[in-house]
């Protein structure tokens, strides 16, 4: 059995290596990864782990984007330092949840709930934890001079990332900057709304006019308030892009 654990904390991940090893001797391989670009890197060029143990919150983003860059088809048990009832929600839609220091009873309960699923209930558990991770929002707060601001995400056009920096223009052409990456981003909007175009933009159904044949096949997205690039779909992300615009699920 090989297990991989997403855990930033060195003590967290040192505990549970311990308490797995007591609650299965048999585990040939633990593998213990830090960050949300790590997971997707190994995930994408690995033989998928018998079972995944994936902190919340991580020091690069939340949980929730590795579900977006990549499938995940392991059954995955959640683990977090949040008030169990605010998980109420991962609880039904997850294999399980860990809370925070974690104890040999839980982890225990965690092991027997997944090894009682079949193959095909352990898909659609994992099914539906990706979808149950995404958190959409309705406003984010900006920081101007000495206030906060509510930003509504109704009003955003693209959100496009330069660098390190991020940040949201609006319908009206104002900018403001987001202390989010936009893999955060693209899990906390709305997938209906919202479309991760490339590396450097997401945008909003509403901003687009037309689109125009680019080179190799690709397409420009033409949009209502002026980037600070041009805004290009890959000729792989063509099809899905098309299928997101007209709202199919087929081309």
Known sequence: MKILIVEDETA??????????????????????????????WLRNNEPPSVIFMDIHLADGDAFSIFEQTDVTSPVIFTTAYDKYALEAFHVNSVDY?????????????IEKMKRLSGQEKEEYIKRAAGSMRR??????I????KIMPLPVEDIAFCHTEGDKVSAF????????LDRSLDNLSAMLSEHDFFRANRQFIIS???IQDLSVW???RLLVNISV?????????????PEFKRWLTGSQSE
């Open 98 to 110: 860990l809370l925070k220091p974690i104890q040999s009873a839980d982890l225990h309960r965690a």
């Open 226 to 238: 002026e980037p600070p690039e041009k805004i290009i779909i890959s000729k792989t992300k063509t």
């Open 170 to 177: 609006t319908l009206e052409g104002k900018r403001y900057p």
């Open 205 to 207: 159904r509403k901003t």
């Open 136 to 141: 959409t929002v309705m406003n984010f707060l």
């Open 215 to 217: 080179y190799g096949n």
């Open 143 to 146: 920081p101007v001079r000495d």
């Open 12 to 41: 967290a991940a040192r505990n549970l290596k311990t308490l797995i090893r007591a609650e299965i001797p048999s585990v040939d391989e633990m593998i213990v990864l830090e960050s949300i670009t790590e997971t997707v890197e």
